[in-house]
């Protein structure tokens, strides 16, 4: 990954010292650059190289080859030989992914921008894209593309943050406890958001109370009389407060949150719905998305937009405005028949949501319904009974026809025919190499005008279905 500060050129000395790291200086030269990268093969004359490590590789390895392409500054934890006899510059550190956050946290300071600061185990992308679209009707925005929420990518999201920006719309991501601590350090937001409690990464933390508490680390960096938002209809999160910070409530069940949706219609590619909080209510609010469960998001962003000053019918177009991206929930039409697109990631609270905007969809539009679904992946021990638990789902909205791919996947059959699903309505295939199988049964099924939903945990590739289908449709 690549990135441009924002700020323009910044000096081997400033970086140094924002990320706590010694300069060794090189030859005498021009001590400034550009860009950054932490890909040896992205890296050139005014390109500064961070030498991470990782899992399987070490950035340090790769020192020799930044070095050829004429890299001439290095972030890296110790000096190797190809280096020390290089004329280029070092700064080392202790940790360089931790620098990273340093050095983002340090450039933050030349900004003048408000930071939001997004985290949940589902919706974390559409609500961020969300508040974003909202606070661009007023204010220039800045938020990480696509889902750069990691330890590396959120930073280096920081680092590309225009300087005339107002707010800045960050997502953190986690997989462990510590992670949400250090992405909200780096970034000290003044308004953060914990979309839900879900059931992603059971295997790793063992509890959704575990998950909670990872995500809870929010408020490490949040500001002092910054504000936090949650959901109330999440028993979770209900009772979560806090004397250098206040926290908000947003729901579609209970009438005395403070933020408060009611009358939600669904409609084919539209959601319809009015928000009570205490400075009045806003009628017929509406967003170019399907389902109950958008309207959360919709909810942070209304909220985030009331707390940033900003009046109802700017805060309406701004929702209004908002389009998913990539391959969250893409509905469109192709050959005949409907798809929606929502391969990115997947997780049970995600997957039974997307199952009702088929439902939804089909009832809406009298046409027949078609959920092609695949594994979930990161779910612990609790993954057959989580898997289980989505095909019981199915019959509930009465899809048509399932069809499941990858081994733990079987499972969701399994839920559904306990539920009453026939055995003729449902198509397994429990090996996610093979997703040319699932679409060529998938094939011998359709009929014109069927809507077919496409879901499945990002490593299972389920895009593959859709394009081995586009081709032969």
């Not at 400034?32 to 340090?60: I, K, N, P, Q, W």
């Not at 009707?137 to 005339?164: A, D, I, K, Q, W």
């Not at 970034?187 to 953060?192: H, N």
Request: proline fraction near 3%; charged fraction near 25%; glycine fraction near 8%.
């Amino acid at each position: 990954m690549k990135i441009h500060f924002s700020i323009n050129q910044i000096s081997f000395g400033t970086l140094a010292r924002l990320c706590g790291g010694v300069l060794y200086p090189g030859a005498v030269g021009r001590m400034a650059v550009e860009y950054l990268c932490t890909d040896s093969r992205e890296a050139d004359v005014d390109t500064v190289f961070v030498a991470l490590r990782g899992e399987r590789v070490d950035g340090h390895d790769f020192i020799g080859a930044a070095l050829a392409r004429g890299c001439r500054c290095i972030i890296c934890e110790h000096r190797t030989e190809e280096l020390a006899a290089s004329d280029a510059s070092a700064i080392v550190v202790n940790d360089s992914e931790l620098a990273l956050s340093k050095l983002a946290n340090g450039y933050r300071q030349y900004l003048s921008c408000q930071n939001v600061g997004v985290t949940g185990s589902v919706g974390k992308t559409t609500t961020k894209d969300l508040i974003a679209s909202v606070l661009s009707e007023r204010y220039e925005t800045f938020c990480t593309s696509g889902n750069h929420n990691s330890l590396v990518g959120m930073p280096l999201s920081m680092l590309e943050t225009p300087p005339r920006s107002a707010w800045s719309v960050l997502e953190m991501g986690m997989s462990d406890f510590g992670e949400i601590e250090r992405l909200s350090i780096t970034a000290e937001p003044q308004i953060a958001v914990i979309t839900n409690i879900g059931s992603s990464h059971m295997e790793t933390l063992g509890s959704r109370e575990n998950i909670c508490r990872a995500k809870l680390e929010i408020l490490c960096g949040l500001r002092a009389g910054g504000t936090l938002l949650l959901s109330a209809d999440e028993p979770l999160l209900e009772n979560v407060r806090g004397k250098s910070y206040r926290t908000l409530y947003v729901s579609i069940q209970r009438e005395n949150a403070d933020f408060f949706a009611k009358n939600i219609r669904v409609e084919p590619n539209l959601t319809y719905f009015d928000i009570v909080w205490e400075g009045g209510e806003a009628k017929d609010l509406c967003m170019r998305i399907m389902g109950r469960h958008n309207v959360y998001a919709a909810l942070y962003a209304f909220a985030t937009g009331i707390l940033a000053g900003m009046d109802v019918d700017s805060i309406r177009r701004g929702l209004y405005a908002y389009q998913p991206r990539g391959m969250r929930q893409h509905i469109y039409d192709f050959r005949d028949i409907t798809i929606i697109e929502d391969c990115y990631n997947a997780s049970p609270e995600s997957m039974i949501a997307a199952v009702d905007v088929l439902g939804e969809y089909s009832r809406r539009t009298g046409r027949r319904s078609i959920a092609v679904l695949g594994t979930m992946l990161a779910l612990g021990s609790d993954s057959p009974a989580l898997h289980r638990k989505v095909g019981e789902h199915l019959p509930e909205k009465k899809i048509d026809l399932l069809f499941t791919l990858g081994q733990e996947a079987d499972q969701i059959a399994v839920g559904a025919r306990q539920k009453g699903m026939a055995t003729e309505q449902i198509e397994k295939n429990p090996m996610a190499d093979s997703p040319e199988k699932t679409a060529q049964a998938l094939l011998a099924e359709l009929k014109k005008g069927d809507v077919v939903l496409f879901k499945a945990s990002r490593a299972i590739g389920m895009e593959r279905v859709i394009d081995y289908l586009k081709e032969r449709l």
